[in-house]
């Protein structure tokens, strides 16, 4: 835990996969949150900023991985209240950007759809995505 940043569940885990009985695992994750190894606000705000910033994953996925990591509501809303919301747009205009040009030589009508799904799976908000998209065609095509 001191090397690298965990969430509880993993932690809890993990212990359970060495074979730990369930009042040791509660003993351990119990002196790791006192000790301050294990701390699942600081955790969400560490995935949020890392996912966002080397995976350009929007706040939807990010939100959906944290709350698989059983996470709560209370910290992941904070995690995902950090980001900025111009540089928020910023990236997806950057991936809006390069997903264009992949889409060479594909009709028109057809590339909108493909854009705005990839952000979609990219786990961006979907009017976010739409409102983007056609504001990024319409400045390309004038």
């Keep these: 835990c001191s090397y690298s940043e965990r969430c509880t569940a993993e932690t809890t885990a993990r212990l359970k996969q060495m074979g730990a009985s369930?009042?040791?695992?509660e003993?351990?994750?119990?002196?790791?949150?006192?000790?301050?190894?294990?701390?699942?606000?600081?955790?969400?705000?560490?995935?949020?900023r890392s996912k966002f910033n080397h995976n350009q994953w929007g706040r939807i996925k990010i939100g959906y991985e944290l709350s698989a990591r059983r996470i709560a509501p209370e910290n992941i809303r904070a995690a995902l209240a950090?980001?900025?919301?111009?540089?928020?747009?910023?990236?997806l205009l950057k991936i809006i950007s390069q997903k264009v040009r992949s889409l060479k030589g594909i009709p028109a009508s057809v590339i909108k759809g493909k854009i705005i799904a990839?952000?979609?799976?990219?786990?961006?908000?979907?009017?976010?995505?739409?409102k983007l998209t056609e504001k990024f065609l319409i400045s390309e095509m004038s």
């Design 22 to 25: 369930f009042d040791q695992v």
């Design 118 to 130: 990839y952000c979609l799976r990219k786990g961006f908000e979907p009017d976010l995505c739409s």
């Design 82 to 91: 950090v980001n900025d919301e111009q540089k928020y747009e910023e990236a």
């Design 27 to 48: 003993s351990i994750i119990s002196t790791l949150v006192q000790e301050g190894y294990l701390n699942d606000e600081r955790y969400a705000g560490l995935f949020a």
